[in-house]
């Protein structure tokens, strides 16, 4: 290696870690002011050196601990089947678009690819959900409306599998006796492990940090989320500040230390994520580099 290269070859290293850096300095902060002095924080503020350190936000949140316990379990079966259910759909529709000798391949590609662009609206998807199919207040709710497919994601795999699974392969396969449904899941599936490993990230994402259905969708507090909890903590929290107060209110908030325990639900929203991350991470550039080539 030249002087040259090796010189852009460090630069680049400074430079990501730089970035790096700036996208670690946030959550440790967050962290940092989870575990701080309610005082200190109204006193001095945000900061990385805390005067006293309290674990009095994480108390309150143990104190809650049967129903985040309870969210955490819904939360994990959602994302779970949710994820599951969402890469088999996908995958079943992107893989047809992406053969050349179906009839009207770019047609129907152009129909997901509208999906992009406009959807009903609040009011009649929230009234189709619920009078037509019915899944107000059952697990349903959490998984299907806005997650279950995304045209993106479809289009993305699309653009894989065209560009990735040779057709020779599929070819192959058709002489060796094999069918659609055997060659798709024996040799497309096989090959096209990083994408499946980018969207089942992205949908894992998505229905970890979904709070907006159960909003919506439920009433039914034993089928509240993670995120469907720790929003409605928020804003009780918030209601009490802002709002008219009682006596008993007013004693109540005194002794809610509201600032860190913001910063408590938010590493608990985010940790589980955090800890899975790395795990996806080596297939994740492949998956989402390839995806991402135009064809």
């Not at 047809?96 to 998807?125: C, E, M, Q, W, Y």
């Not at 005194?254 to 938010?266: E, H, N, Q």
């Amino acid at each position: 290696m030249n002087t040259d290269n090796r010189v852009w070859q460090w630069a680049g290293h400074l430079i990501m870690i730089v970035v790096s850096i700036a996208c670690l300095v946030p959550f440790v902060l967050l962290f940092v002011s989870s575990i701080t002095d309610e005082r200190m924080i109204i006193q001095n503020g945000y900061s990385f050196f805390p005067e006293k350190l309290s674990a009095t936000a994480y108390v309150y949140l143990y104190n809650q601990s049967e129903q985040i316990l309870r969210a955490y379990g819904i939360t994990i079966l959602v994302t779970l089947l949710g994820t599951t259910v969402s890469l088999a759909i996908t995958s079943l529709l992107a893989y047809p678009l992406s053969r050349r000798d179906i009839p009207h391949h770019n047609k129907l590609a152009f129909f997901v690819f509208f999906t992009l662009l406009f959807n009903g609206g609040l009011v009649p998807t929230y009234l189709i959900y619920t009078q037509y199919l019915d899944i107000k207040n059952t697990i349903w709710a959490l998984i299907i409306p806005g997650l279950l497919m995304n045209g993106f994601n479809v289009l993305l795999m699309r653009t894989f599998f065209k560009t990735s699974i040779p057709v020779a392969v599929l070819e192959s396969a058709y002489i060796d006796g094999a069918g659609e449904f055997r060659t798709f899941r024996s040799i497309v599936l096989p090959l096209s492990l990083p994408i499946m490993a980018t969207i089942g990230l992205f949908q894992t994402i998505g229905y970890w940090n979904d709070w907006f259905n159960g909003l919506v969708y439920l009433n039914d507090a034993r089928l509240f989320s993670i995120q469907n909890i720790l929003n409605r903590i928020l804003t009780d929290i918030q209601f009490l500040t802002n709002g008219s107060m009682s006596t008993n209110a007013s004693q109540g908030l005194a002794a809610l230390p509201s600032a860190t325990v913001r910063m408590a639900i938010a590493v608990i929203g985010v940790l589980p994520i955090l800890i899975a991350y790395p795990f996806f991470q080596k297939y994740f550039v492949k998956g989402i580099t390839i995806g991402a080539v135009k064809g």
